[in-house]
């Protein structure tokens, strides 16, 4: 679970970008000497705003995405 409060924006036309909560999801399983993974960020594929800089500018959040991991020990 993230939360990201809205941002301020210079401009008069949009003057913030809102507040989002994004949920994310991490399964994992292992056998023997495997471990398989999978991991998927912002579950509802919400659009959110992330700051770019100091100056007020944001860019696009990360759509959904999904991860797969495998590791083996020995």
Do not use: I
């Not at 036309?13 to 999978?38: E, Q």
Request: aromatic residues 14%; proline residues 5%; glycine residues 6%.
């Amino acid at each position: 679970l993230r939360y990201h409060s809205k941002l301020p924006v210079n401009s008069t036309t949009n003057p913030d970008t809102g507040a989002v909560t994004l949920y994310d999801a991490t399964v994992s399983y292992r056998v023997k000497d495997v471990k398989l993974g999978l991991a998927l960020n912002n579950l509802f594929d919400k659009k959110y705003y992330v700051p770019a800089s100091v100056s007020g500018n944001y860019y696009p959040g990360l759509r959904r995405t999904v991860m797969f991991t495998s590791s083996l020990s020995f």
